[in-house]
């Protein structure tokens, strides 16, 4: 069974309008999300994460959201820019033990110019 | 300084080979882990370091990997008997002192 789920395989933005990306969890005892951008054929980069006694966390462009009662959670970027074109991640911390990530399968946005 | 490195970056092998990949962080972290990712799929954990000592394995991680830290800095992950359902992106991350994990370049995998 799938933990954390991101439902839509792919989203495509105008450059200038809001990307809009969504993470759905099952777990309760999940306590710290993150996400993560990836290029084809590196690693995941570490963009934004939120602690679940939080409903917003803001940096620059990206703002995630939680809606703990919902198990939801989303990443904002406005402006999007075609440099933001990538597969974004969804990731969550059960915050005990090895503190091992759970993903998602990932969205891949895409910016049009 | 969170930096990862990932040798080799890429590797092509045939069916029934052992191989072995190596993870270097930049600096020190206690807290190194092993993540796989196959197409269309995020990473899975598949193990887990504090210092030298393996804390934590999934039940992805057959009897044909094995995983060392044996210094707690550097850590490799070997395949023995690679199978065509081993290949996938091999991903290494260390754990800051937050939350965050900070991801390596992988290593592709590619089993013939």
């Known amino acids: 069974d799938q933990q954390v789920k991101q439902n839509s395989p792919s989203l495509s933005v105008q450059e200038g309008r809001i990307s809009i990306l969504n993470c759905d969890y099952t777990?309760?005892?999940?306590?710290?999300f993150l996400w993560y951008k990836k290029y084809p054929a590196e690693g995941p980069t570490f963009l934004i994460s939120i602690s679940s006694i939080k409903d917003k966390n803001e940096d620059g462009r990206f703002t995630v959201f939680l809606n703990k009662s919902a198990k939801h959670l989303s990443l904002h970027i406005v402006p999007s820019q075609p440099g933001d074109s990538a597969v974004y991640f969804c990731?969550?911390?059960?915050?005990?033990?090895?503190?091992?990530?759970?993903f998602g399968k990932g969205t891949k946005l895409s910016v049009i110019p | 300084d969170t930096g990862v490195s990932q040798n080799p970056r890429h590797k092509i092998t045939k069916r029934g080979q052992n191989v072995t990949f190596r993870c270097d962080p930049i600096s020190e972290h206690n807290r190194l882990y092993w993540y796989r990712q196959t197409l269309g799929q995020g990473p899975e954990f598949l193990t887990y370091?504090?210092?030298?000592?393996?804390?934590?394995k999934s039940r992805l991680l057959s009897d044909r990997f094995s995983a060392e830290r044996p210094k707690g800095s550097f850590s490799t992950l070997e395949i023995q008997r690679t199978e065509q359902g081993d290949s996938a992106m091999y991903l290494c991350a260390i754990r800051a002192n937050s939350y965050e994990q900070y991801f390596g370049p992988g290593t592709r995998l590619t089993v013939t």
């Open positions: 777990n309760s005892m999940f306590d710290y």
């Open positions: 370091f504090q210092n030298e000592a393996q804390l934590e």
């Open positions: 990731a969550a911390d059960s915050g005990a033990g090895s503190y091992q990530l759970t």
